[in-house]
């Protein structure tokens, strides 16, 4: 990790006058319509901004967005990096890190998941309470860089209880269901097969998807508060799984997103 390419990129956002982001909010697949919601002051395409990687993938469209929603001001990355599309974990996480260095203190997270708890419902949310790592890799690993955090992270509380519960607190308030559990990483991009859905669920997932731990991993190196939502995209059950299109599953998590920016707008208020 080169620790001169973060600030490279950090000046550069400052120079266009990326000066006080208080939280920053990662979109997932078919979630980046949240953006609408936003007063947005400055939008820099991922391609203008040294050392970004680019978004490779149709249905993620590549840009921050400087501006204020719910009161505060936020950087929003709409468009986040894969493993499956080729990318380094170290370049899954460089924006969260440049996010950090610009000043954020809470990273807000969201992606598309398959609920393999069979009490959730394809369409609902569930609070990510917390996570296992099933990649086969992360973005701590090698030479530590003490400036961004400890060469040991605890992760005993990866995400936050009291946004958590805070974010209950609203889902009640807005009449939205907002399930809690276990977010299980896969790599993709293929879906599971039956045995490995219901491996994933024996493992103690909840729910299964391509993302979102790598920056999670990240983010709490720096000791960034974090707090995610999955928009549960397709019904997962091993002894009766009905085929699934990409287009359906962002369909989904379209509709749902309104449901998701209530309960991130209320958030962000309360924070
Ligand atoms: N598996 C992995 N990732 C996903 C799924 C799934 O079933 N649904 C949405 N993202």
């Known amino acids: 990790m080169n ?129 296992i790592n099933k990649f086969p890799f992360n973005p701590l690993l090698g030479k530590n860089e003490n400036d961004l955090g400890t060469r040991f992270p605890d992760m005993h509380e990866a995400y936050s209880i009291d946004l958590g519960n805070k974010l209950h607190v609203i889902a009640k308030r807005e009449g939205v269901v907002l399930n809690r559990g276990v977010y299980i990483s896969a790599e993709g991009p293929m879906l599971e097969t039956p045995a490995e859905y219901r491996m994933l669920r024996t493992l103690g997932g909840d729910a299964v998807g391509m993302s979102t731990i790598p920056e999670v991993i990240a983010a709490r190196h720096m000791e960034l508060t974090c707090c995610a939502v999955s928009v549960l995209t397709d019904e997962c059950d091993p002894n009766n799984l009905k085929p699934v299109k990409i287009e359906d599953i962002i369909a989904i998590a379209a509709k749902a997103e309104k449901k998701l920016t209530k309960l991130f707008v209320g958030l962000i208020e309360e924070i």
């Open 3 to 131: 620790l001169e390419r973060i600030a490279e990129s950090t000046r550069f956002l400052k120079g266009k006058g990326v000066t006080t982001p208080q939280i920053g909010i990662v979109l997932g697949t078919g979630l980046g319509n949240l953006v609408k919601e936003i007063k947005v002051e400055l939008e820099i395409p991922y391609e203008q901004i040294p050392n970004f990687p680019l978004s490779t993938v149709e249905s993620h469209s590549g840009k921050l967005l400087y501006g204020v929603l719910g009161g505060k001001q936020i950087l929003a990355m709409q468009g986040r990096f894969h493993a499956y599309e080729g990318y380094s974990m170290e370049e899954i996480v460089f924006p969260v890190r440049v996010l950090k260095q610009l000043g954020i203190e809470v990273l807000l997270l969201s992606n598309a998941a398959g609920a393999m708890n069979l009490e959730f419902k394809q369409g609902d949310l569930m609070l990510i309470t917390d996570h």
